[in-house]
């Protein structure tokens, strides 16, 4: 049975549940919830709660178990010598997937019949593409093991929410306290909600961390951060250096930020401070319009009307330093645009929430409106405004598609702009596009590109903080 079904059983238990354990309370109470200890409602919520949380949990771990245990025990059926046959396990891991996939597809059709399955032959000719022995057994194992967890499941969840059902609805009296129970249920499930983003980031971390440490075995840590040359080889004989991708990486974030920060902050103390509530009305949302159009629309930007308009100006037929198209000015200009509404609009909410009391008291001391912007309302907004750069910062370091589409894929360090750069964003994509054997240093590197970005970030998150409390202690 599908998991859409099996939430659909059990959210109808739920709200049985909640009428049913509603209606026994008040028969409990001879009809008068006058002597109940909580509303009617909390009873049939708490039936409710008790049939639902426990069987979505089981659902839930379930759909994440299930594909992982039968990975395992198909792994532990294929003998070594049909691996070396696939190069390795992993590729052979992904060839029976593929296959037990396309057996699913075509039996639900009706256009294979699992008859048709004796023989590599015969599910060759049905599958249309060859498939050895080894694969078409491990295949056959795979959905034998998930057609089993499926059909336990089926039964199992929908069994437990019976249970759970049955068993809360027997307890349902007039003196139960059951709002207690309901706000504690409540309680818990938005402490685990709240843990949920606490919790990724860790798991984030931690895989980042342990296939940078799997990267290192492999690849001297010395080459990688004092490398200048960054030459990729699945064949080996790689050259890992990442100085060239982090040269890159600051170069067209360093572009980016010159031309977002001083346009968002200048269009930023336009609106709060000169634009009338009309042209404001309409202005920022204009602007914050930038932020909700997707990297891909800004890197084809780059691609097609950017890029050959600085080489118009700036190519061999002009003044012979742009060869093409793609290069770290490029992306680091339409960067900057995109970059444009996270300045001016944080900025703009950081100064709004500078006390008009601070404005009052310059203006009556004969200071004008310019002086009040530069000696008052800036270095009070001071703080925000550099948590507003330093997230551009770091959405600039973080951007991929501009750069592919408009900075090239040349892993070089140079000073001239108009040539074309790679970020760390970027090779990370290269690095894990295509049939990757994880357990080569040429895969692996991305995660130690990726934890390379992390610290760099976490890096940047520090200096906001010590900014943040260096100068907020200077007005309180």
């Known amino acids: 049975m599908p998991a859409i079904w099996l939430l659909v059983i059990v959210l109808v238990l739920a709200v049985a549940g909640y009428v049913l354990g509603r209606a026994r309370v008040m028969r409990s109470a001879s ?22 949380v426990p069987a979505l949990l089981l659902l839930g771990i379930w759909l994440v178990a299930q594909p992982m245990l039968v990975n395992l025990a198909t792994r532990a059926e294929i003998p070594s ?88 609805l027997s307890r349902i009296h007039k003196d139960m306290r059951a709002r207690n129970v309901v706000e504690q249920g409540i309680k818990v499930l938005l402490v685990s909600a709240a843990s949920i983003a606490i919790l990724t980031t860790l798991g984030i971390v931690l895989s980042l961390v342990f296939n940078t440490i799997e990267f290192f075995r492999l690849y001297p840590a010395r080459d990688f951060f004092f490398g200048t040359t960054w030459a990729p080889s699945f064949g080996g004989g790689s050259q890992l250096g990442i100085l060239p991708l982090l040269w890159g990486t600051l170069y067209i974030s360093l572009i ?162 108009f040539e074309a750069m790679t970020t760390v964003t970027a090779k990370i994509v290269s690095q894990l596009t295509g049939d990757a054997d994880f357990a080569s240093p040429e895969a692996l590197v991305a995660f130690s590109l990726g934890m390379t970005l992390f610290v760099m970030t976490l890096a940047l998150n520090i200096v906001a903080l010590y900014i943040v409390r260096k100068y907020r202690e200077q007005y309180e």
């Open 31 to 52: 009809g008068d919830s006058r002597i109940l200890h909580s509303l009617p409602r909390y009873y049939g919520i708490y039936v409710a709660m008790m049939t639902l």
């Open 81 to 168: 010598a049909a691996v070396e046959n696939h190069i390795n396990l992993s590729l052979m891991m992904s060839e029976v997937h593929s296959t037990a996939a396309d057996i699913t597809t075509a039996v639900n059709a009706g256009t294979l019949d699992e008859g048709d399955l004796g023989t590599p032959d015969r599910a060759s000719q049905a599958l249309g593409r060859d498939i050895d022995a080894a694969t078409l057994d491990a295949a056959k194992h795979y959905r034998s093991l998930d057609r089993i967890g499926d059909m336990a499941r089926s039964v199992i969840v929908p069994l437990l929410a019976l249970l759970f059902f049955f068993y809360t």
């Open 256 to 417: 980016a930020l010159i031309v977002a920060v001083p346009i968002g902050l200048f269009a930023a103390v336009y609106l709060s401070e000169y634009a009338s509530k009309p042209v404001r009305a309409v202005a920022k949302p204009l602007l914050e319009v930038l932020a909700g159009i997707p990297t891909i629309v800004y890197g084809l930007f780059a691609l097609l009307t950017v890029g050959p308009a600085l080489q118009t100006v700036f190519g061999r037929d002009a003044l012979d330093i742009m060869p093409a198209a793609s290069s770290v000015m490029t992306a680091g200009l339409v960067m900057g645009i995109m970059l444009i509404p996270f300045v001016s609009s944080l900025s703009d909410d950081i100064i709004n929430a500078v006390p008009q009391a601070m404005r009052d008291g310059s203006y009556g001391l004969g200071a004008t409106k310019s002086e009040t912007i530069k000696q008052v309302v800036f270095p009070a907004a001071l703080p925000g405004i550099m948590g507003a750069i330093l997230l551009a910062a770091s959405r600039a370091i973080g951007e991929t598609m501009i750069v592919v589409l408009g900075a090239g894929a040349a892993a070089r360090l140079d000073v001239n702009p």
